[in-house]
């Protein structure tokens, strides 16, 4: 908790939102561990001076879940000219390393979702945006055993 932030609100501004959403977040990560939930996550956090109201999600983690969105992403992939693997393909925007996380069907105009681990930060990116940012700034994960160790020294 933030101690600036101890005792009562008497307000809400976007302080005490991003005060109330780490915590809330913090606590849906246990809840989610708990569970076993594949997702469990805070959503877009609408507010007034007085009151606020939040969107929270979650999808349980089994067979069939894993094979819908798998199957999802390749028809969605094929329909829009992206590749098969781009759910968890890395790429790079203004010098951070972005994953793609998510497919959102239901938001056709943004509906692949970024996350930058570094900086805990959730973009979203239309379909152009992402076949332009993985062709030309996908980021590929080599392990440091795949590395030919003798070039390294040159």
Same mark, same amino acid.
Do not use: W
């Given at each position: 908790?933030?101690?600036?932030?101890?005792?009562?609100?008497?307000?809400?501004?976007?302080?005490?939102?991003?005060?109330?959403?780490?915590?809330?977040?913090?606590?849906?990560?246990?809840?989610?561990?708990?569970?076993?939930?594949?997702?469990?996550?805070?959503?877009?956090?609408?507010?007034?001076?007085?009151?606020?109201?939040?969107? /929270?999600?979650?999808?349980?983690?089994?067979? *069939?879940?894993?094979?819908? !969105?798998? &199957?999802?992403?390749?028809? @969605?992939?094929? +329909?829009?000219?992206?590749?098969?693997?781009?759910?968890?393909?890395?790429?790079?925007?203004?010098?951070?390393?972005?994953?793609?996380?998510?497919?959102? /069907?239901?938001?056709?105009?943004?509906?692949? *979702?970024?996350?930058?681990? !570094?900086? &805990?930060?959730?973009?979203? @990116?239309?379909? +152009?945006?992402?076949?332009?940012?993985?062709?030309?700034?996908?980021?590929?994960?080599?392990?440091?055993?795949?590395?030919?160790?003798?070039?390294?020294?040159?």
């Amino acid at each position: 908790m933030d101690p600036k932030f101890q005792g009562n609100f008497k307000q809400f501004s976007r302080q005490e939102i991003a005060v109330l959403r780490a915590e809330i977040q913090s606590a849906l990560d246990s809840i989610k561990a708990r569970y076993n939930l594949k997702e469990l996550t805070l959503g877009t956090i609408n507010y007034s001076m007085v009151a606020f109201n939040a969107k /929270i999600t979650g999808k349980v983690q089994n067979e *069939l879940t894993m094979s819908f !969105e798998q &199957n999802e992403a390749e028809f @969605f992939a094929k +329909q829009n000219g992206l590749p098969l693997d781009f759910l968890g393909a890395k790429f790079m925007l203004d010098g951070d390393v972005y994953t793609i996380k998510k497919l959102v /069907i239901s938001r056709p105009k943004f509906p692949v *979702l970024g996350h930058c681990e !570094e900086k &805990n930060k959730y973009l979203k @990116f239309t379909v +152009q945006s992402i076949k332009q940012l993985l062709e030309k700034h996908r980021v590929i994960d080599i392990g440091y055993s795949d590395v030919d160790r003798e070039r390294l020294r040159e």
